[in-house]
């Protein structure tokens, strides 16, 4: 099945810094999803992203399906920020496979 | 709009006991809904899909028996976790995506937080 791997897995910033994270895959996908976990279990869709680029207010996520990688860029970060971050893919209307998180800190 | 929404939150139980969950779309209908589990810090796994009218398809390891899955409309699915134990206890988690949809983008509930005592 498809591989899919974050990097880092764990992140401590200092309020207002920017990041970056980093989702590789194994294998030819038409899903690509980014969700923030917040602390309460909730999945929050940030971006539907199997190519291209997109930009949320902070946030923005660039996806290079031909080289199987996905980025997710926070600028500014806030405490609000903090949580884990999951990369997920899939192909057409099938499952989505989860990587392991990468867990965001901010500190202020 | 693309809600789905789960009942209950939270539940305690006593172990033998059996314990339903619902996953609903509240805006959207849905022929294929999913079920996933998340252990405390780990990520999430693929339980089963659940079928409109038709039978799940569990992941390997998954017990059919176990864990019973009904998906008898286009916006709600149970998952019934039957004879508790308390390895089962976790945080189980269904998504959907929007029948009518163009994109393949799949929405998640909030999540059950099953204890088994």
């Known amino acids: 099945g498809i591989q899919v791997e974050q990097s880092p897995p764990d992140l401590i910033l200092q309020e207002g810094a920017n990041s970056t994270l980093r989702c590789n895959f194994s294998?030819?996908?038409?899903?690509l999803q980014w969700f923030h976990q917040n602390p309460w279990g909730q999945l929050i869709n940030l971006f539907y992203i199997p190519s291209g680029t997109k930009q949320n207010g902070r946030l923005s996520a660039t996806t290079v399906a031909t080289e199987r990688y996905s980025l997710l860029y926070i600028s500014s970060s806030q405490t609000t920020d903090s949580g884990v971050y999951f990369c997920?893919?899939?192909?057409?209307?099938?499952?989505?496979?989860f990587g392991k998180g990468t867990k965001l800190s901010v500190k202020p | 709009g693309a809600v789905v929404s789960q009942h209950p939150s939270w539940v305690i139980c006593k172990s033998g006991t059996s314990v339903k969950i619902e996953c609903r779309s509240l805006d959207f209908q849905a022929t294929t809904m999913f079920w996933y589990r998340q252990f405390p810090k780990q990520s999430l796994m693929l339980m089963a899909t659940s079928n409109e009218g038709s039978k799940a398809t569990y992941e390997q390891g998954v017990e059919k028996d176990k864990f019973l899955i009904n998906h008898a409309s286009l916006t709600l699915s149970t998952l019934t976790v039957t004879s508790a134990h308390p390895e089962d206890s976790s945080f189980y988690i269904c998504?959907?995506?929007?029948?009518?949809?163009?994109?393949?983008?799949?929405?998640f509930g909030p999540g059950t937080r099953l204890t088994v005592l």
């Open positions: 998504s959907a995506r929007d029948l009518a949809a163009k994109l393949n983008e799949q929405f």
């Open positions: 294998d030819s996908v038409n899903n």
């Open positions: 997920a893919v899939g192909r057409s209307q099938g499952n989505l496979i």
